[in-house]
């Protein structure tokens, strides 16, 4: 099976920083990577799919890039509500593996 | 608006059984993949089983295995996880979600909270 690693696994960052958490799967799966965000407590939701198309209604600041191996997710402005944490998964075949995780904090 | 119910968790006992139920609206149930994912506490998201649109195409986590089983009636739009010979490290909150090929786990419910312990 394919595997998702994530790095950092967490990192705290002041607000207005832009934030970059990468991620890498063990073989190539084209754009089959989505970006989620757990708020403490609450429901994960989709922020990104297909590499870098935003989900409808996530705010602007949010992006994804790559493809095959190597992934980024960057909030370009870090506000008080992004307080989460992030994860990756793969979908481009079962299972749709997700990473472990990344911790985001404000400093 | 979309909507997906969890139901049917709670406390068994290690080897015991439990089936999951989740009750779909708002989108076309019949024409969705459909996916079970868990979260042990205080850990990260883990795919578990989904299933096609017909019932006939079932994938599974290596580690359930022959122990979970997914089903679906499209009929009631809805779809269920049967566990069987549940293990204390499958204790999690059990999400339904939907499966999207080009927007991957697009709808997830509340969950379901399943304890396996004596």
């Known amino acids: 099976d394919i595997q998702m690693t994530q790095s950092p696994s967490s990192l705290s960052a002041s607000i207005g920083d832009r934030v970059t958490i990468t991620c890498r799967a063990s073989?190539?799966?084209?754009?089959?990577l989505a970006w989620y965000q757990q708020k403490p407590g609450k429901v994960p939701k989709l922020l990104i799919y297909?590499?870098?198309t935003l989900q409808s209604g996530v705010p602007s600041r949010f992006s994804g890039s790559g493809s095959g191996t190597d992934f980024t997710l960057t909030i370009s402005s870090l506000q008080p509500e992004d307080v989460a944490t992030y994860y990756c998964?793969?979908?481009?075949?079962?299972?749709?593996?997700f990473g472990q995780g990344t911790k985001v904090e404000i400093k | 608006e979309v909507h997906l119910v969890e139901s049917g968790g709670g406390l068994v006992q290690p080897g015991g059984s439990l089936r999951l139920s989740c009750a779909a609206s708002?989108?076309?149930?019949?024409?969705?993949?459909m996916s079970w994912v868990r979260q042990a506490p205080g850990r990260g998201l883990e795919w578990v089983a989904n299933?096609?649109?017909?019932?006939?195409?079932?994938y599974y986590l290596g580690s359930v295995k022959g122990r979970f089983s997914i089903s679906r009636d499209n009929a009631k739009n809805s779809f269920y996880l049967q566990l069987n010979s549940l293990r204390p490290e499958d204790t999690a909150v059990y999400y339904c979600?939907?499966?999207?090929?080009?927007?991957?786990?697009?709808?997830w419910g509340l969950g379901t909270l399943v304890t396996v312990s004596s």
């Open positions: 708002g989108f076309p149930f019949s024409t969705s993949w």
């Open positions: 979600t939907r499966d999207h090929s080009v927007a991957a786990n697009d709808y």
């Open positions: 998964q793969k979908y481009n075949t079962v299972p749709w593996t």
């Open positions: 073989q190539g799966i084209s754009k089959y």
């Open positions: 297909g590499g870098s």
């Open positions: 299933i096609n649109q017909d019932g006939l195409e079932k």
